[in-house]
């Protein structure tokens, strides 16, 4: 089977990386995670980034600042034609970027985030990075900004996918080819892996109906010392505090269990993590999570109970993240 052009320097990079058990998987979950009998509006976005003009290679990139920002450039028709054909991949959740002189002003200002995680991390110069539920990729290229050799997002939205080809048609090889993104859920990773220096998950525990095995399934993709960055929801008190939402938690139909971070703490050290610390945690405000014009559905502040804004509309504590950070022992 030919191998299409938008996956070639993923194969590229898993062979350099010395991926192969992956590598032999790569068709089967590139083919289930693109499949347009499964995802209807796929050959839309698909279509959409195949219409981006052809750029200069002349051109401005920076990885290393809040906004990801490619400064091309565009004629006035162009840059018309380009807001219209990236407003077919929305709604942009994570971000900011600044495409061609185009600023996507997404729901998160992720950036804000980044902020609040990268002063603690080991540094990411030279280390393989996977980043898991990562969306669009916003926060891999930052990584790559940060001189990480290799970043592998994983996620398994098709949208997000082609929003991450899009800025990748930006990007070109500014990044040194460095980053990727395959369309799939944590559960598609090889068991024991063992090879990623760092890997996170920021933004999917509280999705998964089993947050143990979670854990598990991202210790087990670190090699032996790696570092794990861990950011969920969260609920005040003490090592025994474990909120189990009804139906619905500030509106998500599937968030499942929000620990104290005391309680997150004591659930890496029984799946076998070292050095679990706390960095950071903090509650989710409306300026850091809103509808905007790139994406324009409902959003935290609607979410909120409006007579207070320290509960959410079924009655929980406000969303609060908190950041964790621990090690795979050596």
Not at 39 to 60: H, M, N, S, T, Y
């Amino acid at each position: 089977m030919p191998i299409a052009p938008e996956h070639r320097d993923l194969y590229q990079a898993f062979l350099d990386q010395g991926l192969d058990a992956w590598l032999a998987r790569l068709p089967d979950q590139l083919a289930r995670g693109l499949d347009r009998q499964r995802f209807g509006d796929l050959p839309a976005w698909e279509k959409a980034v195949a219409k981006l003009p052809a750029l200069p290679g002349d051109r401005q990139v920076r990885l290393d600042a809040d906004t990801v920002s490619v400064e091309v450039d565009l004629t006035d028709g162009q840059r018309r034609q380009v807001e219209n054909l990236l407003g077919k991949l929305a709604p942009w959740r994570k971000g900011p970027y600044r495409l061609g002189g185009i600023a996507i002003d997404t729901e998160w200002r992720s950036d804000w985030k980044w902020q609040r995680v990268a002063p603690h991390l080991a540094p990411l110069a030279g280390r393989r990075v996977l980043d898991v539920g990562g969306g669009n990729g916003y926060h891999a290229w930052r990584m790559a900004g940060h001189g990480a050799e290799f970043v592998l997002v994983i996620d398994p939205s098709p949208r997000f996918f082609w929003q991450f080809r899009a800025v990748r048609h930006f990007v070109g090889d500014a990044d040194g080819g460095r980053t990727h993104f395959l369309p799939v859920g944590i559960e598609e990773v090889p068991e024991a892996l063992g090879v990623f220096d760092t890997v996170f998950s920021m933004g999917v525990l509280y999705h998964r109906p089993s947050p143990l095995e979670h854990i598990q399934q991202l210790r087990e993709a670190l090699r032996p010392g790696g570092e794990l960055v861990l950011e969920t929801l969260v609920v005040a008190g003490d090592e025994t505090t474990v909120l189990l939402p009804g139906e619905r938690y500030a509106a998500m139909p599937n968030v499942y269990f929000l620990p104290s971070s005391a309680a997150l703490c004591q659930w890496l050290e029984r799946c076998g993590l070292t050095n679990v610390r706390v960095v950071d945690e903090a509650v989710t405000t409306t300026d850091e999570q809103r509808a905007t014009a790139w994406m324009s559905f409902q959003s935290l502040a609607d979410f909120l109970d409006p007579a207070d804004s320290t509960r959410t509309r079924e009655g929980h504590p406000a969303p609060r993240r908190a950041v964790v950070l621990a090690n795979r022992p050596v």
